[in-house]
């Protein structure tokens, strides 16, 4: 191992102020952990009613260890289903896990399954609208799931998108419990991503036939395990590792391989120790300030997914604890780019891993400073456990030391030789509020754009008026009344081709929106979740077309050039309807009324800072 460096004084400077913010709500998060945390199996409390029912359904040994009131129990929550490639590997985890876990010494029940839904399937589509409300939907199936009081500890099982966050928002109410997350690996590479990339490209010029997109696209997702470019599910599972809520390098393991399964027996019996008393730590107190720092760290190094800023200070609130754009901003400014996983560059997570991937990052990471090395994980006490790579060895699992170096320095570098000098993400402020943009993939002539805006309150509306021709020009496209109020915040990823290709043509090209982009989101220069959000009354919903607007990321600006009280005095537009029906819709107009700000996590649950910053108009 090289010398290691102390630790950066930003990444302590934001980790302190994290923890100072957060002393009070993180005390009574921990007070109440605590007050629910058992001594030996939680079930021995229980009346012999209540507990008869949670063993009725069992049979042989496992039925005699509930009964025995002396083992373990281990729930497993799934989002297990056979339509999405990213989930059909754990039609077969249960029946491995509770024999894993029986050999272990402890008791394994299914406690429930929770919903996964596609964001690549409901993309542009109304059911696209249900995605980010899926995420605090998950969160309380979860709960749910927990709730019976029979489980000493918890096996979560999920990959994608929202999925993900809402198993760790919803087993943060259960923060007595310790927890691990079992990923269920990549599909293997398909379709090389500029390839694909070119296609969409072709078809959104009317280029290429639906049936030559179609076959690019089943070439790209064709079999069982999570897509391979670098969107929200793989940053999920990167940065969960980080976290050390996986075991080490088990994030980018095949479905389907001898190891993937090894990896899956050998968490089942570790929750057992843990849950046994052995190092034990439950979720709740593993995922703290420190932890949670170096999730942001890892997802800037790699370009990880916009998304985050959505899902990370939301799972942050269900542990107690703040944290805000601004701590994402000011770690990005010092955590140099590592990789280049599509849409950052053509690799895929197959390439990223085979060049060293996780353990190699890690490495890099904590010798440079830039990641806390005294944290707890589920593998023990200290974030080296992550610089160790599983292997197979006579048909045991072992760990060995991962390269320190990267084996392909074209998709993963090290601290002294990155791709760039900065993790690429960035907050960006103005008379329009508080956006996000990933510059990583943007390349630097196209991160400042002044343009006139276009302005649309559906996204296909502006596909229809780029085909009719009437968009080839410099261009700000503005997409309002997306954020979560006004229609769950839907992704916006089906831009991303038409705008392209006004990039390609010459033209200055970005995006303005109070909605969401795709963890895929490319080289258009994008300020996205924007808040406060058009529909609850933010300055978006002032802009007309024509507006001049200055986008400029390297400054961390953003702006509608008109005159201060001219736009003041400007009638809003109208907002979202308040009424929306079909595709599942009319059953989370509760949630449109109850969600947070963008900024604060875009959930429904009780944030933690309710008050707005104050530079920004309300």
């Not at 690429?424 to 754009?449: M, Q, T």
Request: aromatic share 4%; glycine share 10%; hydrophobic share 40%.
């Amino acid at each position: 191992m090289a010398t290691r460096a102390a630790i950066h004084p930003v990444v302590q400077q934001v980790t302190d102020r994290i923890r100072s913010r957060s002393e009070q709500t993180r005390r009574d998060y921990l007070e109440r952990i605590s007050a629910a945390a058992a001594d030996g199996p939680v079930r021995s409390g229980m009346p012999c009613s209540n507990l008869a029912h949670g063993f009725a359904a069992c049979s042989g040994a496992d039925r005699i260890a509930v009964r025995g009131e002396t083992k373990p129990g281990v729930a497993i929550v799934s989002a297990y289903n056979d339509m999405l490639s990213a989930h059909q590997p754990y039609a077969e985890y249960p029946a491995q896990i509770k024999d894993a876990v029986r050999e272990a010494g402890g008791v394994a029940q299914f406690a429930g399954g929770v919903p996964a839904m596609c964001d690549g399937i409901t993309q542009g589509r109304a059911g696209m609208e249900l995605s980010l409300f899926s995420r605090d939907v998950i969160a309380m199936a979860t709960g749910v799931a927990l709730s019976h009081e029979m489980f000493d500890g918890a096996l979560l099982l999920g990959v994608c998108d929202k999925i993900v966050p809402g198993l760790l928002i919803g087993a943060l109410a259960f923060g007595h419990l310790p927890t691990i997350l079992v990923p269920a690996g990549p599909m293997a590479s398909g379709l090389p991503n500029g390839e694909k990339s070119r296609i969409r490209q072709l078809f959104a010029e009317g280029k290429a036939t639906r049936e030559d997109l179609l076959e690019a696209e089943s070439a790209s997702y064709h079999s069982p395990g999570t897509c391979t470019f670098y969107g929200t599910a793989n940053s999920n599972q990167l940065v969960v590792e980080v976290m050390g809520l996986h075991l080490p390098g088990s994030s980018f393991v095949a479905p389907g391989t001898p190891l993937r399964r090894a990896l899956t027996e050998e968490a089942s019996r570790r929750v057992v120790r843990l849950a046994a008393g052995e190092e034990h730590t439950p979720i709740g107190r593993l995922l703290d300030e420190r932890a949670l720092v170096n999730g942001v760290v890892a997802l800037l190094a790699t370009g990880g997914s916009t998304n985050h800023t959505l899902h990370l200070p939301a799972i942050a609130a269900a542990a107690g604890i703040e944290l805000t754009w601004d701590d994402f901003a000011e770690l990005s400014a010092i955590v140099p780019s590592l990789s280049r996983v599509y849409p950052n560059g053509s690799a895929d997570i197959n390439h990223f891993a085979a060049a060293g991937g996780v353990q190699t990052l890690v490495g890099q990471l904590l010798d440079a400073g830039l990641l806390h090395p005294d944290v707890h994980t589920v593998a023990g006490f200290g974030l080296d456990h992550y610089r160790k790579q599983p292997f197979l060895e006579d048909g045991e699992l072992v760990w060995r030391d991962a390269p320190a170096e990267s084996l392909d320095p074209d998709v993963l570098r090290g601290v002294q030789d990155p791709f760039a000098p900065d993790g690429g993400l960035r907050v960006l402020r103005g008379n329009l509020g508080s956006s996000v943009i990933k510059v990583s993939a943007v390349k630097p002539e196209n991160r400042v754009v002044t343009a006139p805006a276009r302005v649309f309150d559906d996204q296909h509306d502006f596909t229809a008026l780029f085909r009719s021709g009437e968009l080839d020009q410099d261009v700000v496209v503005v997409i309002r009344n997306q954020g979560p109020q006004a229609n769950g915040m839907p992704e916006l990823h089906g831009l991303t081709p038409a705008l392209g290709v006004l990039m390609d043509r010459g033209h200055q090209v970005a995006l303005v929106t109070d909605g969401r982009m795709s963890g895929a989101s490319g080289k258009i220069p994008a300020a996205i979740q924007l808040t406060p959000e058009a529909t609850a009354g933010g300055p978006l919903a002032r802009v007309r077309d024509g507006d001049m607007i200055r986008l400029d990321a390297e400054q961390g600006t953003l702006e509608v050039l008109v005159g201060d009280e001219d736009f003041a005095a400007r009638e809003p537009a109208r907002g979202a309807p308040a009424t929306q029906h079909g595709t599942g819709r009319e059953l989370f107009a509760a949630f449109r009324r109850a969600v947070g700000r963008a900024d604060q996590g875009a959930s429904v649950f009780a944030q933690q800072r309710t008050d707005a910053p104050s530079d920004l108009p309300v």
